[in-house]
T-cell receptor
Framework: SQQGEEDPQALSIQEGENATMNCSYK?????LQWYRQNSGRGLVHLIL?????REKHSGRLRVTLDTSKKSSSLLITASRAADTASYFC???????????FGKGTSLLVTP | DTGVSQDPRHKITKRGQNVTFRCDPI?????LYWYRQTLGQGPEFLTY????????KSRLLSDRFSAERPKGSFSTLEIQRTEQGDSAMYLC???????????FGPGTRLTVL
């Protein structure tokens, strides 16, 4: 079952703009992870945020987590054409092993 | 530094045939996971191992699916009597128990004709 839901389903921006993607989930979690997937390829791990953390940064990425609202956001600043990909959030749903993914946000960055 | 590798990358088979996929995790990782991803969906968890023990297999899709990790290193996923609905990308991931970041391989794309 897919617990997470990303929003929007698709996003198109120009290079240099910021991209924000949101994720909502249903059950309590230990942590939430964001992944990137280029067309037809494996997933690349971007960032993990623990349930007791509210914000985390990695390079041009900023992730926030609001456990009271069961939601997270991924901000990509100063986007590049190479950021074009699908972005997924994944939660562990307290299992400690299985990741539950949403359907992803498809990001298109045009030059 | 080698990441997770999977073999083969693509597999085309006829309905009713058996297929086996291999996954080699990051060598230091003690956990190994299998996921399936269909078009337009996120990955779906199937099973996982800690060392050689398969600790969760109730989410394998049917009894036609089985996985092994005989020496706690590489793993195989077998699908018997394949059906067209088995066509998907099969992804393997590995991690430490803690921290929990799962690192994925490139996947094996299965097409059942």
């Amino acid at each position: 079952s897919q617990q997470g839901e990303e929003d929007p389903q698709a996003l198109s921006i120009q290079e240099g703009e910021n991209a924000t993607m949101n994720c909502s989930y249903k059950t309590s979690i230990n942590n939430l992870q964001w992944y990137r997937q280029n067309s037809g390829r494996g997933l690349v791990h971007l960032i993990l945020i623990r349930s007791n953390e509210r914000e985390k940064h990695s390079g041009r990425l900023r992730v926030t987590l609001d456990t009271s609202k069961k939601s997270s956001s991924l901000l990509i600043t100063a986007s590049r054409a190479a950021d074009t990909a699908s972005y997924f959030c994944a939660t562990d749903g307290n299992s400690g092993y299985a990741l539950n993914f949403g359907k992803g946000t498809s990001l298109l960055v045009t030059p | 530094d080698t990441g997770v590798s999977q073999d083969p990358r693509h597999k085309i088979t006829k309905r009713g045939q058996n297929v086996t996929f291999r996954c080699d995790p990051i060598s230091e990782h003690n956990r190994l996971y299998w996921y399936r991803q269909t078009l337009g969906q996120g990955p779906e968890f199937l099973t996982y191992f800690q060392n050689e023990a398969q600790l969760e297999k109730s989410r394998l899709l049917s009894d036609r699916f089985s996985a092994e990790r005989p020496k706690g290193s590489f793993s195989t996923l077998e699908i018997q009597r394949t059906e067209q609905g088995d066509s998907a990308m099969y992804l393997c991931a590995s991690s430490w128990a803690l921290p929990f970041e799962q690192f994925f391989g490139p996947g094996t794309r299965l097409t059942v004709l």
